[in-house]
């Protein structure tokens, strides 16, 4: 069996491009109230995962670079998610995976990307689904 079951589609998933702004990026966190999201490229590969940390970390970098110590809106603006995200951070996993595969990776992180075999992003695994999987399988001892 496979985590297609597990799979919250694309289609029901927030994400941004990597050609979105830091002030996007930043937007729909603080809206969302998400600590990370899955960013993809324009044809729908999945490229990396982007999170509070590596927003903060960037514009605290940044504005240590300016006589002001600051940075603008405006700045925010001119900056895109592809310079800030990490495309080793928070690896995707085939659909084809099984669900006792994920239970490690669920450790790291709250969701896990999931990728078809050509690598498009098709949505995300979340570790409550994945515990609750484990949780109430009767034929396996947890």
């Given at each position: 069996?496979n985590?297609?079951f597990l799979?919250?589609?694309?289609?029901?998933?927030?994400?941004?491009?990597e050609?979105?702004?830091?002030?996007?990026?930043?937007?729909?966190?603080?809206?969302?109230?998400?600590?990370?999201?899955?960013v993809?490229?324009r044809d729908?590969?999945y490229?990396?995962t982007?999170?509070?940390?590596?927003?903060?970390w960037?514009m605290?970098n940044?504005?240590?670079?300016?006589?002001?110590?600051?940075?603008?809106?405006?700045?925010?603006?001119?900056i895109?998610?592809?310079?800030?995200?990490?495309a080793?951070?928070?690896?995707?996993?085939?659909?084809?995976?099984?669900?006792?595969?994920?239970?490690?990776?669920?450790?790291?992180?709250?969701?896990?990307?999931v990728?078809?075999?050509?690598?498009?992003f098709?949505?995300?695994?979340?570790?409550?689904?994945?515990?609750?999987?484990?949780a109430?399988?009767?034929?396996?001892?947890?």
């Amino acid at each position: 069996m496979n985590i297609a079951f597990l799979l919250h589609p694309k289609a029901t998933v927030d994400f941004l491009y990597e050609d979105n702004t830091l002030r996007q990026g930043v937007e729909k966190l603080r809206v969302n109230g998400y600590s990370a999201i899955p960013v993809i490229s324009r044809d729908g590969r999945y490229v990396s995962t982007i999170s509070q940390g590596d927003f903060l970390w960037y514009m605290l970098n940044a504005a240590g670079e300016k006589p002001d110590h600051s940075i603008s809106i405006y700045d925010m603006e001119k900056i895109l998610v592809k310079d800030i995200a990490h495309a080793d951070k928070n690896p995707p996993c085939l659909i084809t995976a099984e669900p006792e595969d994920l239970v490690f990776r669920a450790m790291e992180q709250n969701f896990i990307p999931v990728v078809d075999d050509w690598g498009s992003f098709i949505g995300i695994v979340t570790r409550r689904d994945i515990l609750k999987y484990l949780a109430t399988s009767s034929d396996r001892e947890i």
